[in-house]
């Protein structure tokens, strides 16, 4: 579903915007979230386990992100929509595997988040693509 610029955009350290069903009478509102494609071309994420998102993605098991190039750079944005899975196995390696993308690994307060990562543990959040949109100049 993604074609090679999608793909260029989406490899690089940028912030995706993951938007679930909202509860009750609350509006969507989207979070920052890190991210990656899988070689099998779904977006994956990870979360802590106790955070009100999953709930809601129990729930309503679909979900939107939206990726966007930086202010100053020519337009250029993804959206991605489609249904998403939960999953208790993998998510320490790929928050372990964001982190060394996101952040700069030698900072001792980002290796103790890591670390703590690890002894609570995150949860694997795969979102399946079914519609791609998508911008550039």
Do not use: C
Request: charged residues 30%; hydrophobic residues 40%.
């Amino acid at each position: 579903m993604f074609r090679d610029e999608d793909l260029a955009l989406l490899a690089r350290p940028l912030h995706a915007f993951l938007t679930v069903a909202p509860r009750g009478d609350r509006w969507p509102a989207p979070r920052p979230v890190w991210f990656e494609v899988t070689d099998d071309g779904d977006l994956q994420m990870f979360s802590l386990p106790d955070a009100p998102k999953l709930d809601r993605i129990r729930e309503r098991p679909r979900a939107s992100v939206v990726v966007a190039a930086p202010t100053g750079e020519p337009e250029h944005w993804v959206s991605v929509e489609g249904p998403v899975t939960l999953h208790d196995d993998g998510g320490v390696e790929l928050a372990t595997r964001l982190a060394e993308r996101y952040y700069d690994m030698s900072d001792p307060m980002r290796q103790s988040l890591v670390d703590e990562w690890h002894s609570g543990g995150v949860v694997r959040i795969v979102l399946r693509p079914e519609r791609v949109n998508r911008f550039s100049m």
